[in-house]
């Protein structure tokens, strides 16, 4: 009998696909994780930074309304929102990128450059207090009548929104001066984007908040028709001191970048002096020493602003004056 020789063939051994998978699924994880933590890094780091500018934010919020004042209710939100939209371009498009520039390869720019800003804002609410004190009735009534220029507001309150804007996004950049430069990217889209729903969210609930009451006046219930007319009623009082407000916070803020500013650039002086008599008054007065502090600084800012946008109004008022009498001249001799 003939004994046949067989082999053993060598076991076959699949393709290690499931540990590939379970590694490719390990790396993932933690891919996911390590996104996830960026994620919550820059949400700390623009919590932070919006925080910071939170003055600056109010101040915004108080500005826009007065803008819509005089408009139909139904132009209102449009308006609105199309002056959000230019908030976000200025935000996004323009102060963003040349931050980020500037912030890079000429840090040293940013300081005059947001001083000039500052300085436009004393003028506007210079002009405003201005117009207030001097201002013609016949040319206001006239004003009243007329329907107003939509495109003149809303470009009004863009560019008025550019320079708080500019001061929001560079107190934004102070706080996350120690990040890279795309996080410090990232960090500072997230602000501008979150800021600006806030402050436009906030806008339009208030202008909107007479129509809501309108509607509660007409309920069944009288306490919340009650409630419907004391907002109707309370409404344009609002408005009013929303005006007011918005008038003192440009010149509180420009006041206030002027005099840091000035102290960044090494004229220590003026604001110097108002850092020791904030300290005085906080050593002072105790438990409200914080609080006095910031109402003695928001005080000398917003008098720093006044006059030196009070100069300003006075070297434009001459200077189309000038521009005027020269038209005239030259009409009158041709």
Same mark, same amino acid.
């Given at each position: 009998m003939t004994v046949r020789s067989t082999s053993v063939l060598p076991e076959r051994k699949d393709p290690p696909v499931a540990g590939g998978l379970v590694a490719l699924f390990d790396d993932v994880a933690l891919l996911a994780r390590a996104a996830a933590a960026s994620i919550d890094d820059v949400g700390a780091a623009a919590g932070r930074a919006s925080v910071k500018a939170a003055g600056v934010v109010v101040d915004d919020t108080a500005v826009t309304p007065q803008y819509v004042q005089g408009l139909s209710a139904d132009r209102e939100i449009p308006i609105i929102r199309k002056i959000a939209l230019g908030s976000l371009r200025n935000k996004l498009l323009i102060i963003l990128p040349a931050i980020l520039l500037l912030s890079q390869f000429l840090p040293w720019l940013l300081t005059p450059i947001l001083m000039v800003g500052g300085a436009y804002l004393c003028y506007e609410g210079a002009e405003k207090v201005w117009h207030k004190i001097h201002g013609g009735?016949?040319?206001?009534? !006239? =004003?009243?009548?007329?329907?107003?220029?939509?495109?003149?507001? /809303?470009?009004?309150?863009?560019?008025?929104?550019?320079?708080? &804007?500019?001061?929001?996004?560079?107190? !934004?950049?102070?706080? /996350?001066? &120690? %990040?890279?430069?795309? &996080?410090?990217?990232?960090?500072?889209?997230?602000?501008?984007?979150?800021?600006?729903?806030?402050?436009?969210?906030?806008? *339009?609930?208030?202008?909107?908040?007479?129509? =809501?009451?309108?509607?509660?006046?007409? !309920? !069944?219930?009288? *306490?919340?028709?009650?409630?419907?007319? *004391?907002?109707?009623?309370?409404?344009?009082?609002?408005?009013?001191?929303?005006?007011?407000?918005?008038?003192?916070?440009?010149?509180?803020?420009?006041?206030?970048?002027?005099?840091?500013?000035?102290? %960044?650039?090494?004229?220590?002086a003026l604001y110097g002096a108002l850092h020791h008599v904030e300290e005085a008054v906080h050593e002072a007065t105790g438990a409200l020493g914080g609080v006095l502090a910031w109402v003695v600084d928001t005080l000398a800012s917003a008098l720093v602003g006044l006059v030196v946008g009070a100069l300003v109004v006075l070297v434009v008022s001459l200077t189309l004056h000038r521009r005027k009498n020269s038209g005239a001249a030259a009409t009158t001799t041709h």
């Amino acid at each position: 009998m003939t004994v046949r020789s067989t082999s053993v063939l060598p076991e076959r051994k699949d393709p290690p696909v499931a540990g590939g998978l379970v590694a490719l699924f390990d790396d993932v994880a933690l891919l996911a994780r390590a996104a996830a933590a960026s994620i919550d890094d820059v949400g700390a780091a623009a919590g932070r930074a919006s925080v910071k500018a939170a003055g600056v934010v109010v101040d915004d919020t108080a500005v826009t309304p007065q803008y819509v004042q005089g408009l139909s209710a139904d132009r209102e939100i449009p308006i609105i929102r199309k002056i959000a939209l230019g908030s976000l371009r200025n935000k996004l498009l323009i102060i963003l990128p040349a931050i980020l520039l500037l912030s890079q390869f000429l840090p040293w720019l940013l300081t005059p450059i947001l001083m000039v800003g500052g300085a436009y804002l004393c003028y506007e609410g210079a002009e405003k207090v201005w117009h207030k004190i001097h201002g013609g009735h016949d040319e206001h009534a !006239s =004003a009243e009548e007329a329907m107003p220029d939509e495109k003149t507001i /809303v470009t009004g309150a863009v560019r008025t929104d550019f320079i708080l &804007s500019a001061e929001i996004m560079v107190i !934004s950049l102070n706080e /996350v001066a &120690s %990040e890279g430069f795309w &996080s410090r990217a990232v960090i500072l889209a997230v602000v501008g984007v979150l800021i600006t729903v806030l402050v436009y969210g906030v806008v *339009g609930l208030i202008v909107k908040m007479d129509d =809501a009451g309108l509607r509660l006046s007409q !309920s !069944s219930k009288k *306490g919340v028709a009650g409630l419907g007319r *004391g907002l109707v009623k309370g409404m344009p009082r609002l408005l009013t001191a929303l005006t007011v407000v918005g008038t003192a916070a440009m010149l509180w803020v420009g006041g206030h970048i002027l005099l840091v500013g000035s102290d %960044e650039l090494g004229f220590h002086a003026l604001y110097g002096a108002l850092h020791h008599v904030e300290e005085a008054v906080h050593e002072a007065t105790g438990a409200l020493g914080g609080v006095l502090a910031w109402v003695v600084d928001t005080l000398a800012s917003a008098l720093v602003g006044l006059v030196v946008g009070a100069l300003v109004v006075l070297v434009v008022s001459l200077t189309l004056h000038r521009r005027k009498n020269s038209g005239a001249a030259a009409t009158t001799t041709h």
